[in-house]
T-cell receptor, first 112, second 115 residues
Framework: SQQGEEDPQALSIQEGENATMNCSYKTSINNLQWYRQNSGRGLVHLILIRSNEREKHSGRLRVTLDTSKKSSSLLITASRAADTASYFCATDLIQGAQKLVFGQGTRLTINP | DARVTQTPRHKVTEMGQEVTMRCQPILGHNTVFWYRQTMMQGLELLAYFRNRAPLDDSGMPKDRFSAEMPDATLATLKIQPSEPRDSAVYFC?????????????FGEGSRLTVL
């Protein structure tokens, strides 16, 4: 069964708007990561947040982590057409190990 | 520019045939993963190697699937015999487990169609 579940499953917004995607997971984690997948391509790592961190920024990306609620959010500010992709959260269950379990993903469409 | 290389990118085969997918991980990485992606199941972990040793293949159908790392530059995933339900995109990923274990680097995938 999936460890992480993204919400919403699909999101369509206008270019320039902010996009927020959420991820919930079931068991305690060490790290949580977000990946992007363009159509027909492999996954690309975006950002990693450790269980003792609450917020992290990278360019136009902002990730939050609430371990008490077992949830994370990914915010993309000032969206661009090139941000159109599927976004996945992934959790590693074992400290120091890279065995990742992925959610089903959120399909983001940015309309010009 | 270091990247994970997968071959073939596309494969169409008939039911019952053997399929072998290959992966060249990034030099210096000590972990290799095989994932399968379908619309219905999403990304499923099939196999996990560290320092070429298989650590977890619990997600892999044992009767027809096998994964190996003959050397540090090659990982293989074999399906014999293949079935239509094996149609999916198979991804290889590599990474480094250590003091600052972090991200995985994915290949572009092998899209398999079994007729």
């Amino acid at each position: 069964s999936q460890q992480g579940e993204e919400d919403p499953q699909a999101l369509s917004i206008q270019e320039g708007e902010n996009a927020t995607m959420n991820c919930s997971y079931k068991t305690s984690i060490n790290n949580l990561q977000w990946y992007r997948q363009n159509s027909g391509r492999g996954l690309v790592h975006l950002i990693l947040i450790r269980s003792n961190e609450r917020e992290k920024h990278s360019g136009r990306l902002r990730v939050t982590l609430d371990t008490s609620k077992k949830s994370s959010s990914l915010l993309i500010t000032a969206s661009r057409a090139a941000d159109t992709a599927s976004y996945f959260c992934a959790t590693d269950l074992i400290q120091g190990a890279q065995k990742l379990v992925f959610g089903q993903g959120t399909r983001l469409t940015i309309n010009p | 520019d270091a990247r994970v290389t997968q071959t073939p990118r596309h494969k169409v085969t008939e039911m019952g045939q053997e399929v072998t997918m290959r992966c060249q991980p990034i030099l210096g990485h000590n972990t290799v993963f095989w994932y399968r992606q379908t619309m219905m199941q999403g990304l499923e972990l099939l196999a996990y190697f560290r320092n070429r040793a298989p650590l977890d293949d619990s997600g892999m159908p044992k009767d027809r699937f096998s994964a190996e790392m003959p050397d540090a530059t090659l990982a293989t995933l074999k399906i014999q015999p293949s079935e239509p339900r094996d149609s999916a995109v198979y991804f290889c990923a590599s990474g480094f487990e250590g003091a600052n274990t972090g991200e995985l680097f994915f290949g572009e995938g092998s899209r398999l169609t079994v007729l």
